[in-house]
């Protein structure tokens, strides 16, 4: 039921007036539905909201994020996630139960600098967020090229159902890890793939609210209309796309790039191995 | 001995303008990439650069408060703002506007949102030619939402003032210091409420009523502009035909 069309507001417009349940970033007033944040406004069966364009991350649990140690203490590691507070992985999550600082040297298996990919646990108004590392495909990262990107954009690019990342990870023979913070790690077999996926994500970034995205970024990977059928009919996008990945709706939230195919999981935690092309 | 002139006789004060006319504003979104969000605002002569910085951890830990968000405004003058160096120590005014900024902005935003977090805004005058602590919030207005922080409303802010027993909009440095009376205000334009409101000077109940009524008429000026500003930066050159037609109605409104 769409009363309003997608809508561009700044905080303080108006949306709509009416009995409408709030959801994400607006708030009822009288009987009206108000926008707090920059951002494209939606209305669905359950409510109204705003997907917003920009602000920092905030932690959501169950989200995955990449993250990087900056510190330790004798029981767990602060973690920055790139958001409002830092995290904390606990010792006792990497070594179990049995964990004593004074046989278990904390900076053996992480050290400061080290990149993790890991899933928020807790997180709510009275504490920090926590994070753990002992499920399928977290851990440390290797190798690979960072790169940050503002969280807002990060549903844009992925795309419906992993279809602008699938693009871009084809085309450029490359695997791209995204956090829902808004951190990616590229990993490729050359130099020039990894280039050309940097800036194909770029590109991606600037432009998310725009129309026809798909396909300059396809004219910017040079790649023919036909290669991947994971696109549907994707020759004119527009908001659509950008709106119905917004991450409330987005419960596939995969463990590498929010893809909900479950079958393109690979099942080891070597993160580096190269990814097979979906058949 | 020579007064200026502040009003002469075809109703032009000493910078053309006329009486109900606010200067030229412009403001630019997004300068600074390593603040969370970002303003530049051009208010007649004045140049004013906000960052913001936020929601962040708050340092010192003791600081923080455990419901709510600790929103702290520091407004600074550089030695070159004005014709005279000006000392770079933070003054007893820069002090006091660095308070009433944060108290004018403190409604606008929802620091329930954030809890045991802060956001810092910086506010630096560049340039100054009167009513910089107005033009001061409304681009630290501007900053706030460009950094995604979630707030009720935009804050705009105008300052009026009496010149010649007649009461103006937007008075700059001359008429400052030469007027008799200066009085900024700053204005929730959907909610309607003020936020802000100062007088430095004598009025007499009319024309107190009369100067925050122009005020605030020059605020929801300052207001449309905010609003261009930051919907051209944000949805720019993509607004499809019917958003642009709603745009160009609303503005006539």
Redesign the interface.
């Known amino acids: 039921m769409l009363e309003i069309k997608k809508r561009y507001v700044i905080p303080g417009d108006v949306i709509i007036e009416g009995n409408y349940r709030p959801l994400m970033n607006v708030i009822k007033k009288d009987n009206f539905i108000i926008a707090t944040r920059i951002g494209i406004a939606e209305s669905s069966k359950d409510g109204i909201k705003v997907i917003p364009l920009s602000g920092v991350y905030i932690p959501r649990v169950n989200d995955i994020v990449i993250g990087k140690i900056i510190d330790n203490s004798s029981l767990s590691w602060e973690v920055d996630i790139n958001a409002i507070f830092s995290a904390h992985l606990p010792a006792q999550d990497v070594f179990g139960r049995d964990f004593s600082p004074a046989k278990d040297d904390m900076k053996k298996r992480l050290a400061p600098g080290d990149l993790v990919t890991a899933r928020i646990i807790t997180f709510d108004r009275t504490r920090d967020p926590m994070l753990t590392i002992q499920e399928k495909d977290l851990g440390k990262i290797s190798n690979g090229e960072f790169l940050k990107i503002s969280s807002t954009r990060v549903p844009r690019l992925i795309g419906k159902r992993g279809s602008m990342i699938q693009t871009i990870e084809q085309a450029t023979q490359t695997r791209i890890l995204i956090g829902q913070n808004g951190i990616l790690v590229v990993t490729g077999k050359n130099n020039e793939g990894i280039a050309l996926a940097f800036k194909a994500i770029r590109l991606v970034e600037e432009e998310a609210h725009t129309s026809n995205l798909t396909q300059r970024v396809k004219d910017l990977l040079n790649v023919s209309e036909d290669v991947s059928q994971t696109e549907t009919n994707n020759s004119s996008v527009n908001n659509e796309d950008y709106v119905n990945n917004s991450y409330a709706d987005n419960n596939s939230n995969d463990i590498k790039n929010g893809h909900s195919s479950n079958n393109n999981i690979e099942s080891n935690n070597n993160i580096e191995s190269p990814r097979r092309d979906s058949a | 001995m020579d007064q200026t002139i502040l009003i002469d006789e075809n109703g032009k004060r000493t910078d053309g303008r006329s009486i109900d006319e606010l200067r030229d504003v412009k403001i630019t979104i997004g300068v600074i990439k390593n603040a ?2 970002s303003a530049f605002i051009e208010f007649g002569k004045n140049k004013i650069i906000v960052a913001v910085y ?4 708050v340092h010192p830990k003791h600081m923080a408060l ?2 709510r968000c600790v929103l702290r405004c520091r407004y600074h003058m550089s030695p070159f703002s004005t014709d005279t160096r000006k000392n770079p120590a933070p003054s007893r005014r820069e002090v006091e506007i660095s308070k009433v900024m944060r108290e004018a902005l403190e409604p ?1 935003v ?1 620091l329930e949102d ?4 802060a956001i810092d805004v910086f506010v630096e005058v560049l340039q100054a030619d009167g009513g910089s602590r107005c033009a001061g919030i409304a681009a630290a207005s501007v900053a706030l ?10 804050v705009a802010a105008c300052a009026a003032g009496k010149v010649n027993d007649k009461i103006v909009l937007d008075i700059n440095d001359i008429e400052d210091k030469e007027g008799s009376a200066d009085m900024p205000v700053a204005y ?4 309607e409420q003020i936020t802000l409101l100062q007088l430095d000077g004598i009025l007499n109940e009319s024309q107190f009523d009369e100067c925050i009524e122009k005020a605030i008429q020059g605020c929801k000026k300052v207001y449309e502009i905010q ?1 261009k500003a ?2 051209e930066k ?2 720019g050159n ?2 499809p035909e ?2 642009e037609k709603e745009l160009e109605e609303n503005k006539e409104n």
Do not use: K
């Not at chain 2, 954030?114 to 977090?117: D, E, N, Q, S």
């Not at chain 2, 929730?188 to 909610?191: E, I, K, T």
């Open positions: 969370d969000g936020g929601p962040r951890e455990p419901d606008a929802m954030y809890p045991r977090a939402a460009d950094a995604g922080v979630n707030m009720r409303d935009l929730l334009p959907n909610l609003r930051l919907i944000y949805f993509d607004l019917g958003e």
